[in-house]
């Protein structure tokens, strides 16, 4: 049997889109989007992306952030980037997750003085 990825073994309604999948709107372009990094209680690291820093922190301290933070809160926000698009945060946070612990660290402390 050939499996396909991109097909479902539930019948859709031709042209119904899926309601799961948020649609960006004008608003969702223009707000600012955020890179951050938080310390964990295990002394780790955390970095992600939000459009609320406040919420994002509060959701990981919950419980209801990442996978990641889940076992390891609360934690303490370190530093945060503002980018002009979800994009182009999407796009630091991949280049601030491959630094090194030591990297991150001055990244921070530079950030905070």
Not at 17 to 24: G, M, R
Not at 54 to 70: E, F, I, L, M, Q
């Amino acid at each position: 049997m050939n499996h396909n990825a991109n097909t479902s073994p539930l019948p859709t309604k031709p042209g119904k889109k899926s309601s799961s999948a948020k649609q960006p709107t004008k608003k969702d372009s223009r707000e600012p989007w955020y890179v951050y990094m938080v310390r964990c209680s295990d002394e780790t690291i955390y970095t992600g992306i939000t459009n609320d820093i406040g919420k994002r922190v509060d959701k990981h301290n919950t419980g209801k952030g990442a996978k990641y933070t889940k076992s390891r809160g609360p934690v303490i926000l370190l530093a945060s980037w503002k980018y002009e698009n979800k994009s182009a945060a999407s796009k630091a946070e991949h280049s601030y997750k491959r630094l090194s612990r030591a990297s991150k660290a001055r990244l921070i402390d530079l950030t905070n003085s």
